[in-house]
Nanobody, 128 residues
Framework: QVQVVESGGELVQAGGSLRLSCTAS????????MGWFRRAPGKEREWISCINWSGGSRAYADSVKGRFTISRDNAKNTLYLQMNSLKPEDTAMYYC?????????????????????WGQGTQVTVYS
């Protein structure tokens, strides 16, 4: 049974930083492309970043490029999102997702439909 736990979300002042974590079990974590997504109230789920199985390929949405950094530690079955220069518009519930199938690709997808979502998310609230 796959279990995913996101953590690290907090209330933070604009300009501040947070580091989110996503720890997975019940799957071969190192074989999966992973992604970070967020959903703000009244809005659809938004892709913000992804990383392939090895960490050699990463991609970011324009809204977070240059401020957020995705990384992974396959030995710890954990995905990270370092978020710097936070803005009030970053306020959302943040989720991690696993690719639908394990694949050692050299790319990652920006389509939310390409991922499974297992966890409850972690809330990030940025105030000005």
């Amino acid at each position: 049974q796959v279990q995913v736990v996101e953590s690290g979300g907090e209330l933070v002042q604009a300009g501040g930083s947070l580091r989110l974590s996503c720890t997975a079990s019940g799957l071969s974590f190192g074989a999966y492309t992973m992604g970070w997504f967020r959903r703000a109230p009244g809005k659809e789920r938004e892709w913000i970043s992804c990383i392939n199985w090895s960490g050699g390929s990463r991609a970011y949405a324009d809204s977070v490029k240059g401020r957020f950094t995705i990384s992974r530690d396959n030995a710890k079955n954990t995905l990270y999102l370092q978020m710097n220069s936070l803005k009030p518009e970053d306020t959302a519930m943040y989720y991690c997702g696993t690719d639908l199938k394990p694949a050692r690709n050299n790319y990652c997808s920006d389509s939310p439909a390409r991922y499974n979502y297992w966890g409850q998310g972690t809330q990030v609230t940025v105030y000005s």
